[in-house]
Antibody, heavy 120, light 107 residues
Framework: EVQVVQSGAEVKKPGESLKISCKGSRNSFTNYWVGWVRQMPGKGLEWMGIIYPSDSDTRYSPSFQGQVAISADKSISTAYLHWSSLKASDTGMYYC?????????????WGQGTLVTVSS | EVVMTQSPATLSVSPGERVTLSCQVGQRANTNLAWYQQKPGQAPRLLIFGASTRATGIPARFSGSGSGTEFTLTISSLQSEDFAVYYCQQYNDWPPSFGQGTKLEIK
């Protein structure tokens, strides 16, 4: 069974850096894309970007290009989402998902979400 | 980014009823469309991909149809566990984009 487990909730101050993680069970990320999706409080879903852990090929949605960095360590089936300088507007729930389809098209297995709170 | 429009925003229905949710895509998406269910405090759950293919473990009461710019998700007989928010997502163009969601609430 595919399981996706994300790191725990974070409380940070504006300007701080943060890296959250997303781990797939056994070989569940092998030959699959992994994506990150943001959900701001009380709002809908936003596609941030995707990574192919096998070779770290990465693509960003234009709205998130330059705002975050996505990386992966294929040896431990883990993807990461990194901020170098958080803003209050980064507050939200962040989901990762293993992506199905030929080009990492849709999330077929999702993590439980990581709540990020940025407040002074 | 491709604009996705879901209607209605909220739908009040009774258990046992048949319900149809709509998703309009701003440009042709062929059948590259997925549907998700999200309950409060939970991650989204994939229901449908390829516009009409049920994901693993999804009950047969959920069905999807459509192509191009008009898509529908039908729940044939609403169960209590189906009251949730439903999102459509296109993946025909980069970046993939979601609709704003339709909330199904108990009448």
């Amino acid at each position: 069974e595919v399981q996706v487990v994300q790191s725990g909730a974070e409380v940070k101050k504006p300007g701080e850096s943060l890296k959250i993680s997303c781990k797939g069970s056994r070989n569940s990320f092998t030959n699959y894309w992994v994506g990150w999706v943001r959900q701001m409080p009380g709002k809908g879903l936003e596609w941030m970007g995707i990574i192919y852990p096998s070779d770290s090929d990465t693509r960003y949605s234009p709205s998130f290009q330059g705002q975050v960095a996505i990386s992966a360590d294929k040896s431990i089936s883990t993807a990461y989402l990194h901020w170098s300088s958080l803003k209050a507007s980064d507050t939200g729930m962040y989901y990762c998902a293993r992506l199905g389809g030929v080009y990492g098209d849709y999330g077929d297995y999702w993590g439980q979400g990581t709540l990020v709170t940025v407040s002074s | 980014e491709v604009v996705m429009t879901q209607s209605p925003a909220t739908l009040s229905v009774s258990p046992g009823e048949r319900v149809t949710l709509s998703c309009q895509v701003g440009q042709r998406a062929n059948t590259n469309l997925a549907w998700y269910q999200q309950k409060p405090g939970q991650a989204p759950r994939l229901l449908i991909f390829g516009a009409s293919t049920r994901a693993t473990g999804i009950p047969a009461r959920f069905s999807g149809s459509g192509s191009g710019t008009e898509f529908t998700l039908t729940i044939s007989s609403l169960q209590s566990e189906d009251f949730a928010v439903y999102y459509c997502q296109q993946y025909n163009d980069w970046p993939p984009s979601f609709g704003q969601g339709t909330k199904l609430e108990i009448k």
